[in-house]
């Protein structure tokens, strides 16, 4: 090499390369945490900052209402479905074979008329062969109660010949003492006589005794028997009517409702055939909110407009359960049925929780689904915007609501739909 352009060829060759500022390692570190602390620092200020959260709304499309002083009316509306008073279950009590249909369902039917034949070979059999076993158990019941009268007949029939006996040999003895006194007879057959006699004078305690104990045991014995025999004979008639039961019968009168049975198909024991409305008359099945369960009891008044004329009817059961928010109570008719009623025609009403009572009552709206009536929006007193506002409520019927404390009288309030209103402060009116 040239030694005369080395040292220009090393001053181009090391010549510094800088590095930007924002591409070095720590400025980026540092850049990155900067961003990071304003990201959280907006994101802690979004969420807890005590912004008031505002809406504007069209005046016209929500609903105004003033908080007034007057009576709060008790009662609760009801909305509710015709249903029959009582309803009875046909069903299987033996299953077989269906050979013959008597009714259809619509058909009026009278206590005792058949409405379904079957027939089941196997269950016919095996009634015969229990007919049989009890048959002989009950003919086993009589031979042994026979057998324990003639026990008794020869029972006194051994005390009686002892008896007899006990006569004879004294007879017997008298004489030959007399005779005996003159010698005409022997001293070994008076003794013989007197002998005998004393054996048959101890076996009557004996026997007696015996007789008397055997009499006990039969005394005991006998009801025994006779309750025995009559719990066969029960059985042996229940026997005999499981035949009765594959012909079903109307247990009551009234309208076969329904009734879908073909003639050959096969129906198993204990399976339902139909129904059966006897003419009892109607009720009402009414679904209540869950806010009135405490409130509801049986004897309560109601009343509902039928025909331009209004049907008094009476709590007559409350269902405790509660299933989706409401729960059930069932109401007659206190008085007079009205006419023309169907199973499953609704019918609308009210039912009396209690007697009016001086309060500061609100109309009810829309409001109360999404609030509970834990709060609301008040109006300001220039009516051009509203402040949502705690409040507390009391009892509450379909038209009214009963305040507690909140709200002052004759201030005004948006009763209507609050949806998308839950977590908004102010409502600004345009």
Same mark, same amino acid.
């Given at each position: ?12 060759? =090391? ?9 070095? /390692? ?93 027939? /089941? ?33 020869? /029972? ?122 006897? =003419? ?75 007697? =009016? ?50 709200? /002052? ?18 409502? =600004?009116?345009?």
């Amino acid at each position: 090499m040239n030694p005369l352009t080395e040292p220009l060829i090393n001053h181009v060759m =090391d010549r510094p390369i800088f590095i930007p500022w924002w591409r070095r /390692n720590q400025s980026m570190y540092l850049i990155i945490s900067i961003c990071a602390a304003l990201l959280l620092i907006a994101s802690i200020s979004t969420l807890f900052g005590k912004r008031e959260r505002n809406i504007r709304l069209a005046l016209n499309s929500t609903t105004i209402a003033s908080v007034e002083q007057g009576l709060f009316h008790d009662f609760i509306s009801l909305r509710g479905g015709v249903v029959p008073r009582d309803t009875i279950y046909l069903d299987a009590l033996e299953g077989g074979r269906v050979e013959k249909v008597f009714a259809q369902a619509g058909d009026t039917v009278v206590l005792g008329q058949p409405l379904v034949s079957l027939s /089941n070979t196997a269950l016919e059999l095996d009634v015969l062969d229990r007919e049989g076993r009890l048959v002989q158990s009950i003919t086993q019941l009589q031979a042994y109660e026979t057998q324990l009268e003639q026990n008794r007949v020869a /029972n006194q029939k051994t005390l009686a010949d002892i008896d007899f006996e006990i006569t004879r040999l004294q007879r017997a003895l008298n004489r030959r003492e007399s005779l005996l006194t003159d010698k005409l007879v022997s001293q070994e057959s008076v003794d013989s006589l007197r002998d005998e006699l004393d054996r048959a004078q101890k076996l009557k305690p004996m026997q007696i005794e015996s007789n008397e104990r055997q009499e006990r045991l039969r005394q005991q014995q006998l009801p025994q028997n006779h309750a025995q025999a009559a719990k066969l004979q029960q059985d042996l008639l229940i026997t005999h009517s499981k035949l009765d039961n594959l012909i079903v019968r109307a247990p009551a009168t009234g309208v076969l409702t329904s009734m879908e049975l073909k003639v050959g198909e096969n129906r198993n024991r204990g399976e339902r055939f139909g129904e059966i409305t006897p =003419d009892t008359g109607f009720k009402l099945m009414v679904s209540i909110d869950e806010y009135y369960l405490g409130r509801v009891h049986a004897g309560q008044h109601a009343n509902i407009e039928w025909e331009n004329k209004d049907w008094a009817l009476k709590v007559t059961r409350v269902y405790p359960q509660v299933k989706n928010g409401t729960f059930v109570v069932d109401l007659s008719f206190d008085g007079t049925t009205p006419n023309h009623l169907l199973p499953g025609q609704t019918l609308q009403g009210r039912l009396s929780l209690g007697s =009016d009572t001086p309060a500061l009552v609100l109309p009810a709206g829309a409001f109360l689904e999404r609030t509970g009536g834990d709060w609301i929006f008040i109006l300001d007193s220039n009516g051009k915007a509203a402040h949502r506002r705690q409040i507390r409520i009391g009892r509450r019927n379909a038209e009214q609501i009963e305040i507690l404390s909140g709200i /002052n009288p004759g201030e005004r309030a948006m009763i209507s739909d609050y949806t998308g209103l839950e977590k908004i402060e102010r409502v =600004d009116f345009k």
